[in-house]
């Protein structure tokens, strides 16, 4: 389960000599006491190692505008971690002495830690990433050897039961499963982390030149993921889009339906909507707020609070309780919003000041758009970040992948299309400029989620939210070609106007998701108007169904068994209960 990084110069293998060292010192002195390695080298060395990160990182959160995101992906590591050790400090139940070894020896290792963060940020992080997939194996063992009753599977303590929600019968083997997954997941981001910083410039005593490098894709990776080619299977065989597997080449479209608390939480009858339609190949779950500013219309559905996390998680554990897949799409209106929404109470952002012809609605009805204000380039990072954290939140909740929304006349859109972009700054004018906020925000989701795991969702001609290009082949060629060349997940485009006429401007699609997969990117997903006869003679790789899905949960066996469709009820669309939601009838067999 543990791809093991190679390490590819001096600072890596100082990493490497050093998590070595620590494993025989775990071996040879304390895992008989404690049961197992993974547990003493959590125990000693993870919780100073975190804390010592985060004091040197929050150091420099005033001067660091670009660096917020990874201080709160560093606070919540770090959180993690500590739970890591209340969690295995009760199963062990060190006396008082053992106790004080610990702390003495976690004094050591902050002081270590601290040492290598101020003057060798680059090998601190490695060698967190090292430590953290050795903890992954070590783990893996542990849990082998609690499953053959070599250790005891005692009860899950109350704090760990309280902090990873387990069922209150838990045991020690779901303690281990979820504490493995956090370190998968903390071993990812310090990698990742240390790819990014520049060693040189990221020093004491010049911290605020920090950068991050821009990342080249590996294409001999991505062409071994790539998914099955689409013409040795039809539409309703199972296969596979980079690591994951799915059932068939059906794609749930997302679909907003306003059915999250005002708050943004996502709800119990989510969980049941979306479960109900596992057996789509991959859902894409609806577009979700990023933050606050993010916001357009009440009732949908955020990704940047603990309580909305654990929402989606909910649902996510339920889909995945039937096998389905699920993405969820990240969202930031734009300048589609309303004052009402908005921190503060303030205008709706966008790349210009220019204010679009739509309505969005509120708890008190529908509502035409704010008047936005024009983003400062400072803010722009800011919101690059807030996506970072996004993505961080969604992986905690279990989401098998993300999408990042760049159609329908949203935020990334109104960067990339001339008629809303009249900025004259770097992310303006030029095609190349449109296109680096989307670029920008997928290198820092990237730092998350594997680019295999990443999508993207265009509408390059739909005029959705009064959105325009005055050359949009061109345009959208660029933007396929530099995200191919990042060998993403995939493609997701809308093809014509969203809802509406397939061929409302000439445009050639074929040729777009070429590109797209020539420069290393997965596979092309298509969407707008798909129906049972279209679906199975396209040649794109999936295919994803919109307002098909509001009204049949099981649109899969409907369409492959050629079964009449139950007709969805357009004012149940949008806000309300179960009715129009999650009691449309399967079919009855
Ligand atoms: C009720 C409703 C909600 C939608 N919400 C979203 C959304 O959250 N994100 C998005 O990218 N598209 C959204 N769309 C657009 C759909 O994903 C899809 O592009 C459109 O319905 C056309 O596909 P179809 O003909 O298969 O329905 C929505 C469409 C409808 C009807």
């Known amino acids: 389960m543990l791809e093991r990084r190679q390490p590819d110069n001096a600072s890596d293998y100082v990493a490497i000599l050093i998590t070595k060292f620590l494993r025989f010192f775990a071996d040879t002195f304390f895992s008989k006491r404690y049961g197992h390695r993974a547990v003493v080298l959590e125990t000693v060395a993870a919780v100073p190692g975190m804390v010592a990160g985060m004091w040197i990182h929050l150091k420099c959160l005033r001067k660091m505008q670009s660096d917020r995101g990874w201080i709160k992906i560093l606070l919540d590591e770090a959180e993690n971690e500590r739970m890591h050790l209340m969690t295995f400090i009760e199963i062990a139940k060190p006396n008082w002495f053992e106790r004080g070894l610990i702390l003495f020896a976690q004094a050591l290792f902050w002081h270590f830690y601290f040492i290598l963060y101020v003057f060798f940020p680059r090998t601190a992080h490695r060698l967190v990433g090292y430590f953290e997939e050795e903890a992954v194996i070590s783990y893996t063992a542990y849990l082998e050897q609690v499953e053959n009753d070599l250790s005891l599977n005692v009860a899950a303590p109350q704090i760990a039961i309280n902090y990873w929600k387990l069922k209150p019968e838990a045991r020690l083997i779901d303690v281990i499963k979820v504490v493995r997954d956090d370190e998968a997941g903390h071993a990812d981001v310090n990698h990742k982390l240390a790819d990014t910083i520049d060693e040189d410039k990221h020093s004491a005593k010049n911290i605020k030149q920090i950068e991050y490098k821009k990342e080249e894709p590996d294409f001999s990776t991505a062409n071994k993921n790539n998914i099955n080619a689409h013409q040795s299977t039809t539409l309703y065989n199972s296969t596979s889009l980079g690591e994951i597997s799915l059932f068939n080449r059906i794609v749930m479209a997302p679909l907003t339906r306003s059915r999250a608390t005002v708050s943004g939480v996502p709800t119990a009858i989510m969980a049941d909507y979306y479960s109900q339609r596992a057996s789509a190949g991959l859902i894409i779950a609806e577009a979700t707020q990023i933050s606050q500013q993010g916001q357009g219309y009440s009732w949908t559905p955020g990704i940047y609070t603990e309580e909305q996390t654990n929402g989606w998680k909910n649902v996510v554990d339920k889909v995945h309780g039937r096998g389905g897949k699920i993405c969820l799409q990240l969202w930031h209106v734009g300048r589609i919003s309303h004052t009402d929404l908005q921190p ?239 009691d449309y009838p399967f079919y009855d067999k």
Not at 364 to 393: C, K
Not at 516 to 538: H, I, P, V, W
Not at 547 to 564: K, M, S, T
């Open 344 to 582: 503060g109470n303030q205008n709706p952002v966008a790349p210009s000041a220019i204010k679009a012809k739509a309505s969005i609605w509120l708890q008190s009805g529908s509502a035409e758009v704010s008047e936005p204000r024009e983003l400062e380039l400072f803010e722009i990072g800011t919101i690059v970040e807030d996506y970072r954290q996004a993505a961080f939140n969604a992986k905690k909740a279990g989401f098998d992948m993300i999408e990042i929304h760049a159609a329908n006349g949203y935020l990334i859109d109104q960067f990339l299309r001339d008629s809303s972009n009249k900025r004259s700054d770097r992310y303006g004018g030029s095609i190349e400029n449109r296109a680096r906020l989307l670029l920008e925000i997928i290198d820092a989701v990237s730092s998350i989620y594997p680019n295999n795991r990443i999508g993207f969702r265009i509408g390059p001609t739909s005029n959705f939210n009064d959105i325009n290009d005055s050359n949009p082949e061109e345009l959208f060629a660029y933007v396929a070609t530099q995200l191919g060349k990042k060998a993403l997940a995939y493609m997701h485009a809308i093809e014509g106007q969203t809802g509406g006429d397939r061929q409302n401007i000439p445009f050639n699609y074929d040729k777009l998701y070429s590109l797209f997969k020539e420069n290393g990117g997965l596979a092309s997903m298509a969407n707008n108007g798909y129906d049972k006869d279209l679906a199975e003679s396209t040649t794109v790789d999936l295919v994803a169904f919109g307002v098909p899905f509001i009204a049949n949960p099981d649109l899969v066996y409907r369409l492959e068994h050629g079964l009449p469709l139950n007709e969805p009820d357009q004012a149940t669309f949008y806000g309300g209960d179960e009715k129009g939601y999650s």
